[in-house]
């Protein structure tokens, strides 16, 4: 059973910078895409993006400012976060297949 935590998340000044982990543990297959979604306060939960051994998908809404990455050897997943704005503010979810982390807050305010 694939379990998986998520961590590095917190409050951070607009403008700044913050690198989120999801670290997994159980068989993760590494053609089958680990994902990073965001619940912000209010709104439904998005897909912000994804990654396998084959490609790596941002939703257009992302505007760049996102980078997944992702560890095969170790089962980790990263998303490096820049230039952060209000609107990032929300909780933070690791996903696979039909399994979630518990999600990591990240709160930008100044």
């Known amino acids: 059973q694939v379990q998986l935590v998520e961590s590095g998340g917190g409050l951070v000044p607009p403008g700044g910078s913050l690198k989120l982990t999801c670290a997994a543990s159980?068989?993760?297959?590494?053609?089958?895409?680990m994902k990073w979604y965001r619940q912000s306060p209010g709104k439904r939960r998005e897909l912000i993006g994804d990654v396998n051994n084959y490609r790596t998908y941002y939703p257009e809404s992302t505007g760049g400012r996102l980078t997944i990455s992702r560890d095969y050897d170790q089962k980790k997943l990263y998303l490096q976060m820049n230039d952060l704005n209000p609107n990032d503010t929300g909780v933070y979810y690791c996903?696979?297949?039909?399994?979630w982390g518990q999600g990591t807050q990240v709160t930008v305010s100044s």
């Open positions: 996903n696979y297949q039909n399994i």
């Open positions: 159980g068989t993760v297959a590494h053609e089958v895409s």
